[in-house]
């Protein structure tokens, strides 16, 4: 019978002490299950290959707060280094593998990051370089063999029951996170062992998790593949089914893979939901394990969320966060949803509007979402200027617009900085965006504001049309003007064959704002 209630505290605890704690309490367990070849590594398994992770790294001469880099997609080898890292007080650096060979060296460099785990292609292409990356010691996963009771990796600790690891404290630097660069250029985001453990144990006791079966198709490079997918489940006893991230998983195995591990819990963004509405499914899979579909990192269209779950018959939770915030600050709860709403604010997070003076605004009206707790980070790494800039007096401004309902449900709006003014009117993309995704003919869309010679700005839209659509560009802006003011409709409209996204399914506005 499934468990269906979190209830398992963890104090002042690091990663070290929670892995320490679940290997003993799950053992035989499993907790990671590949998609791609059906193994499996129990919670003990997590436990000794970890360590061996950490007595490789300590051969390396790697110590407490040096950074190691992993740039994996989604595999069985990523979460075991990930957690190595963090259990000997290392700081783990998962980097983007969709990333240009350039812009990986340039966040190695800039982070001082001293180990290197990738493929060995990848390895190959950063050492071609001009100057190579002297600093950094780059060993391809493929030379690794920790993945066996056979490994010729020590461990820390005479055996498994006596850990040895460095003294980590909960305030010390876990990880450094690269923002995905749609507001400027990337920068490190550094999270702490509190952030992780209490962001991760707010959303197991919020979706009062037990041990349910995940689905991860998110990047584990990004935080909701590292909160949502790997440590909130660890926590509370579930496992992982582990697949390629959705930039590559094939969405045609969705369903599928639901049914052929008895998924509970998937956690998508909208694009995914997007896509999985245009697909012609050629055969029905039982999908009544499914609970219910986690979806966030990107603002969800109602009438997106509303064709899913009319079609589908699964409901979805909103959730809200941003890398700064370690993951989720606000969640639905399946029992009290409130359209478009994205929840309210977790246990150990405190949720305000205000307005551009920092002040409250009044309850329903719209300002910037700031956000006060345990899993605000602990700043940009070797950014102090932008980090007085977002944390000010211990709230982080977060630069999104939102507002608050009488019941403390937040209710996301727009990005502040993606706000169009014409004419010195603010015109909102998202109320764009929300109309044009109700037309049948348009899957995707993205509004973006482009320089006028009269108006100052002006909005265009670049639309992603469904298979054999024939809808003209005039046509789509005529459909606008049946539901919007004429002044906020589109000047123009692009239709492309996709929109440019980051890792974490987020749409790349300002590469849209650089084009032609």
């Excluded at 909701?224 to 926590?235: D, R």
């Excluded at 639905?332 to 478009?340: E, T, V």
């Amino acid at each position: 019978m499934m468990e269906n209630q979190f209830s398992t505290s963890f104090p002042e605890k690091t990663i070290n002490d929670l892995i320490y704690i679940q290997s003993r309490k799950y053992n035989e367990k499993p907790f990671l299950i590949s998609e791609i070849d059906s193994k499996e590594i129990t919670y003990f398994e997590v436990d000794v290959f970890t360590k061996q992770v950490a007595g490789h790294l300590k051969g390396l001469g790697i110590s407490k707060g040096d950074v190691v880099g992993i740039l994996l997609d989604n595999c069985i080898e990523f979460p075991l280094l990930y957690l190595g890292v963090l259990r000997m007080g290392a700081v783990a650096l998962p980097l983007n593998i969709s990333l240009k060979t350039r812009d990986i060296k340039k966040l190695l460099i800039h982070s001082g990051a001293k180990v290197l785990f990738g493929y060995s292609r990848t390895m190959d292409d950063l050492l071609q370089t001009d100057d190579g990356l002297p600093q950094v010691h780059c060993q391809s996963v493929e030379s690794l063999n920790f993945l066996s009771t056979e490994s010729i990796y020590p461990t820390y600790g005479d055996d498994i029951g006596t850990p040895a690891f460095p003294e980590v404290s909960y305030d010390d630097v876990a990880e450094i996170l690269y923002t995905s660069g749609t507001t400027g250029r990337p920068k490190g985001v550094m999270l702490s062992h509190r952030n992780l453990m209490v962001n991760a144990s707010d959303i197991a006791k919020t979706l009062r998790l037990g041990d349910e079966r995940f689905m991860c198709i998110l990047p584990l490079c990004h935080t909701n593949g590292q909160i949502i997918n790997l440590l909130a489940p660890f926590m509370a006893g579930g496992s992982v089914v582990l697949c390629e991230a959705f930039s590559m998983f094939s969405m045609a195995k969705f369903w599928q893979t639901i049914d052929r591990f008895k998924v509970n819990i998937v956690d998508v963004v909208p694009s995914v939901l997007s896509i999985l509405l245009r697909l012609k499914l050629k055969q029905k899979w039982d999908t009544e394990s499914l609970k219910y579909i986690i979806c966030g990192a990107a603002p969800l269209p109602l009438g997106l969320q509303k064709s899913f779950e009319e079609r589908f018959g699964h409901n979805i939770v909103q959730e809200y966060g941003l890398t700064e915030g370690t993951c989720v600050s606000s969640i639905d709860n399946i029992g009290s949803r409130r359209a478009g709403s994205v929840g309210r604010a977790l246990e150990n997070n405190a949720i305000r509007i205000v307005d551009d003076k920092g002040e409250n605004v009044a309850i329903g009206d719209m300002g910037e979402v700031i956000i006060h707790g345990d899993n605000v980070m602990l700043g940009y790494y070797d950014e102090p200027e932008f980090t007085r800039e977002t944390i000010r007096g211990e709230w982080l401004y977060t630069g999104d617009l939102g507002k608050l309902d009488d019941d403390g449900y937040l209710f996301i709006l727009d990005r502040k900085k993606d706000i169009i003014i014409k004419s010195g009117e603010n015109i909102y993309p998202t109320d764009i965006e929300n109309i044009l995704i109700k037309h049948p003919e348009i899957a995707e869309c993205a509004v973006v504001g482009i320089p006028h010679e009269i108006e100052g700005e002006c909005p265009k839209a670049y639309v992603v049309l469904v298979e054999r659509a024939k809808i003209t560009a005039e046509e789509i802006i005529q459909f606008c003007r049946e539901y919007l003011p004429n002044r906020w409709c589109p000047e123009s409209i692009e239709v492309v064959s996709s929109l440019p996204r980051t890792a974490s399914g987020k749409v790349r506005k300002r590469e849209l704002k650089d084009l032609p």
